[in-house]
């Protein structure tokens, strides 16, 4: 008789034991999810930073390379009139 009375208590305490068990179980998976997705942000955010970062450094080359550029094309202009010059005088010499 006596396992009779026993078995609804150990049930009970079997449940008891699983239910706090499971929301264990429950709390850790959450502790890790948050964990997980506090470590995708962290990442996305540097991904971000990153981009941002080398989007800024390309302008900035950019723009380096485009004032190289113009100082290059002047220059180059400046010789070529000097050219056209020193060879209109040339002939102008060449004539007297």
Sequence with gaps: M?????????ETKRAEKQA???AAQLA?????K????AREQAIEED???GATKRAEKQATEEAAQLAKEQVRKK???AREQKITEDQEARKLNDKK
Excluded: G, M, W
Excluded at 34 to 37: E, G, P, R, S, V
């Design 2 to 10: 006596r396992d009779q009375e026993e078995q609804p208590e150990k």
């Design 20 to 22: 706090t068990e499971e």
């Design 75 to 77: 220059a180059y202009l």
């Design 34 to 37: 948050k964990a997980y997705l």
């Design 47 to 49: 991904q971000k930073a």
């Design 28 to 32: 850790k998976e959450q502790v890790r």
